[in-house]
C-alpha cells in the first residue's frame, strides 16, 4: 500500500527532518537514506521499521542542520604550525586563506556525541511519521476492503448457482444417457440392464460432484471476509494471499471436474474475480 508521512523538530540548536514513503511491494524493503553524522542510526531506523510494517518498499529521507556554534569547523593548530614552519624554511610568503585551504588544517566537527543527541530525536520523528503513513494507508485500505468485499459477494453468488446447478448436470446426464441407449437398443432391438444404467450414472455423478469444493470455497470467503472485518493490528496480507491461493485451487477443482457448459462459463467469472483479489492482496498490509 501506498503511504507518505514525514516530521521535523530541532534540539540543542539542530534542526531534523525525516520523510518516509511508501509504495506497494509484497514484501518489505527499505531504503534509508541518512546525512553521514547520523548514518550509524540506519540499523535502528530498519529495526523500528520492521516493528511497525510488513510489507512494501519504504523509502526514508532524513536531513539535520546545525545551526549551533558546534558546527564551526576546527583549525588543526599543529598542521597549522607543521605547514608555517616549513614556509620559514623556503622563506616563501603565504596568506593565511591559502594556509587553511592545506590537507588537514581545517577539519570538520566532532560528530561523536551528536550521534547519541541525535539518537532519540530521529526515532521520535520516525515514529511521528509512521503514525502519519499510517493514516494514509487506513484510508487507502478502507477503499481496498470495499472492493475486496465486492469481488467476495461475486464469488458467493457464483458458487452458489454452481453448487444448485450440479444436480441437475447429473440428471440432465441420465436423461442423454437414457435416450441414447433407447435409440440403439431400437435399431439393433436389444435389452439393456437397468441396474448398467444407474451404475454408468452413479460413477458419473461421483466423477462430477463438486459438493465439497463449494463448501470449501464458501468457508474461505467467510473466513476472508471474517479477516477484512477485524482490526485486531496484526498483519493480515500474507493471510489473504493464502487464502486467495486456495480459493483459486478450489475454482481449478470444479473447472477439472465440470462436463458443463453452464458451471464452465460460471466458474470462468469466479476465477478472474479470484486473480482480482490476487492482485489486491499483494499490497495489503
Known amino acids: 500500500m501506498t503511504g507518505f508521512g514525514d516530521a521535523s523538530g530541532e534540539l540543542d540548536g539542530v534542526h531534523y527532518a525525516l520523510e518516509i514513503r511508501a509504495v ?26 520492521r516493528k511497525r510494517l510488513s510489507r512494501g518498499s519504504i523509502t526514508i529521507v532524513a536531513s539535520l542542520r546545525d545551526n549551533s556554534a558546534r558546527a564551526a569547523y576546527e583549525v588543526n593548530e599543529a598542521a597549522l604550525a607543521a605547514y608555517l614552519q616549513q614556509v620559514k624554511k623556503i622563506d616563501a610568503s603565504v596568506e593565511l586563506g591559502s594556509l587553511l585551504a592545506l590537507p588537514g588544517v581545517v577539519q570538520p566537527p566532532q560528530s561523536s556525541d551528536l550521534l547519541d543527541r541525535a539518537r532519540p530525536v530521529v526515532l521520535d520523528l520516525l515514529a511521528q511519521a509512521c503514525d502519519k503513513l499510517a493514516d494514509m494507508r487506513q484510508r487507502e485500505g478502507a477503499g481496498l476492503a470495499e472492493d475486496l468485499l465486492k469481488h467476495l459477494a461475486l464469488i458467493a453468488d457464483r458458487v452458489k448457482a454452481i453448487a444448485q446447478r450440479g444436480p441437475a448436470v447429473t440428471e440432465e446426464y441420465h436423461q442423454r444417457l437414457r435416450s441414447r441407449i433407447d435409440e440403439l437398443l431400437a435399431r439393433a432391438e436389444l435389452k439393456v440392464n437397468e441396474v448398467d ?74 476465477k478472474g474475480a479470484i486473480d482480482r483479489i490476487k492482485e489486491q492482496v499483494q499490497n495489503v498490509e
Not at 524493503?29 to 523500528?48: F, Q, T, V
Open 197 to 270: 444404467v444407474i451404475k454408468e450414472v452413479a460413477v458419473f455423478a461421483e466423477r462430477c460432484d463438486i459438493a465439497e469444493e463449494t463448501q470449501r470455497i464458501a468457508a474461505h470467503l467467510e473466513q476472508f471476509e471474517q479477516i477484512i472485518h477485524t482490526d485486531n493490528g496484526e498483519p493480515a496480507g500474507r493471510t489473504l494471499d493464502f487464502i486467495a491461493q486456495e480459493l483459486l485451487r478450489e475454482a481449478n477443482t470444479i473447472a477439472s471436474k465440470s462436463n458443463d457448459a453452464v458451471i464452465s462459463r460460471t466458474i470462468v467469472e469466479v
Open 24 to 49: 506497494n511491494n509484497r514484501f518489505f524493503k527499505a531504503n534509508i537514506r541518512l546525512p553521514d553524522e547520523i548514518s550509524g542510526l540506519e540499523a535502528e531506523i530498519e529495526s523500528a521499521l
